[in-house]
């Protein structure tokens, strides 16, 4: 490792980058060495720069965090920060094994505390240890055991808990999505993708590329044109099955009788 901690930031927000950009500049044993806005352009980075460091959000689109880190290869991985707005199962695992987050939005002390836990892992702790908890990590994201039965939703300074069967169905709405219930519908900071990985795909199917639906709240399908479908939910919403989604939704239900 050279004599300042070289740092990578990866997130496709343009804020959060500037604002780590801006506290590593009050460290002088620090060395930011470049940002990724995605996923492709932080495994590109990683490979060619080598950083000790990488402030890694979990939650970007198309190539989260948890693909680059797979797409780098265990033998490869710097140390990781990772900076994520999960409010639940991920934050579980890092827990778990012991690997360090930021939960957004986080304060400058928070983030102090994790740049000093960082070098106290560069200085004292074997980097197989960490490939090992990274890998560890990943076996647990990408176990079939991983699927949420209850979601922990932190909303006007409140924590509440959601079972995943009260679910009816779920619209996205850029990065959060909409938990459609019998109640009326909770808001997340979650991209549909996201929550897809999170849920078991026995109990959920997306039907378009805005929407899932808890498959036992199904209550009738109705033809339309061009092969797709209009779902009648049990609360009397009216969704539309593309025909994109079709045949994965019919392998789930069924033949009909």
């Known amino acids: ?23 590593l500049k009050h460290e002088p044993d620090w060395e930011l060495i470049g940002e990724a806005s995605n996923g492709k352009e932080a495994v590109e980075m990683i490979n060619a ?8 959000d979990v939650q970007m689109p198309e190539m989260d965090g948890f693909a680059v880190l797979e797409a780098v290869g265990l033998g490869q991985l710097p140390d990781i920060v990772f900076t994520t707005a999960y409010e639940s199962y991920a934050i579980r695992a890092f827990e778990l094994h012991a690997l360090d987050y930021l939960l957004k939005p986080f304060d400058q002390q928070r983030f102090r505390d994790a ?19 990274i890998g560890a990590l990943l076996e647990r994201i990408n176990s079939k055991q991983a699927y949420l039965d209850r979601l922990i939703i932190k909303a006007d300074g409140r924590i509440t808990f959601l079972n995943t069967r009260e679910i009816d169905w779920i619209e996205a709405d850029d990065k959060y999505v909409h938990l459609h219930t019998g109640k009326g519908a909770r808001m997340v900071r979650q991209t549909l993708s996201a929550m897809e990985t999170q849920l078991d795909p026995a109990k959920f199917v997306r039907i378009h590329r805005s929407t899932m639906v808890n498959l036992e709240r199904i209550k009738e399908l109705q033809p339309l044109f061009n092969g ?4 009648l939910m049990e609360d009397k919403t009216k969704l539309t099955l593309s025909r994109t989604y079709k045949d994965k939704l019919f392998g789930l239900l069924g033949k009909p009788l």
């Open 1 to 23: 490792m050279s004599e300042k901690i070289r740092a990578l930031i990866v997130d496709d927000e343009l804020l959060a980058r500037k604002f780590i950009r801006q506290m």
């Open 49 to 56: 720069q080598e950083p000790d460091i990488v402030f890694l």
């Open 228 to 231: 797709e479908y209009s779902l």
């Open 115 to 133: 740049m000093k836990h960082a070098r106290e892992r560069l200085h004292s702790r074997p980097e197989e240890d960490g490939r090992l908890q």
